[in-house]
């Protein structure tokens, strides 16, 4: 997500006891007189994957080497960093965002991760053999970038482009409090995540 500015939809006291309220604009349910004000919640998700492909676990079995285990090979879950402060009142507001894109990338399957999932992986390259440890590890990466293309499709299949990504996470963020705001418009949703 980006730095966002929210519409407040409330009424401000100045000095002096001067009173703006905001009133209605036309076509909306609460709209009109609006305050701006530009919160820095930002943060971001890393989607999940595998890693340590090259620590897969390898023996030689006379002139080919073989896999033999998953080793040092692991599955990533995805991880969000949030970099608006703890002590922000918008804090909670970027989190529920960041939350909504890892719970899609940690969809489960029958329990497991549907997503980078190790085993299914790991199942596409146990077989795997060469005259060379070094090209049995090129084959094992090879894999993986098909796998990678093939589970991004299937996720896109499932929740869309980034911008169906984001215009979910930004609705789930808007059901957070403080709620006296008004956030981001789909439309501008659509010009910040052009497809
Ligand atoms: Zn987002």
């Not at 001067?18 to 004000?37: D, E, H, N, P």
């Not at 922000?88 to 894109?101: L, R």
């Not at 399957?109 to 190790?118: D, L, Q, S």
């Amino acid at each position: 997500m980006r730095v966002c500015s929210y519409e407040l939809l409330c009424d401000v006291t100045l000095p002096g006891n001067v009173i703006c309220t905001a009133s209605l604009k036309a076509g909306t349910v609460s709209a009109g007189k609006y305050f701006y004000v530009d919160v820095s919640d930002s943060g971001s998700t890393s989607p999940a994957s595998i890693k340590n492909l090259r620590f897969v676990a390898t023996a030689q079995d006379g002139a080919t080497w073989k896999i033999t285990g998953k080793g040092g090979m692991f599955r990533q879950p995805a991880v969000s960093t949030i970099n608006t402060s703890a002590a922000s009142q918008f804090f909670n507001k970027t989190k529920a965002h960041e939350d909504v894109h890892v719970s899609e990338w940690e969809t489960l399957a029958a329990g497991v991760p549907k997503y980078f999932n190790e085993d299914t992986f790991y199942d596409r390259i146990k077989g795997f053999t060469a005259n060379t440890k070094d090209k049995l590890l090129n084959k094992v990466v090879e894999e993986y970038n098909k796998y990678f293309a093939e589970q991004s499709a299937a996720f896109e299949v499932q929740f869309g482009k980034t911008r169906a990504l984001e215009k979910r996470a930004y609705h789930a963020e808007y059901d957070i409090e403080p709620k006296g705001v008004r956030e981001r418009s789909d439309t501008w949703i659509e010009t910040e995540y052009p497809e």
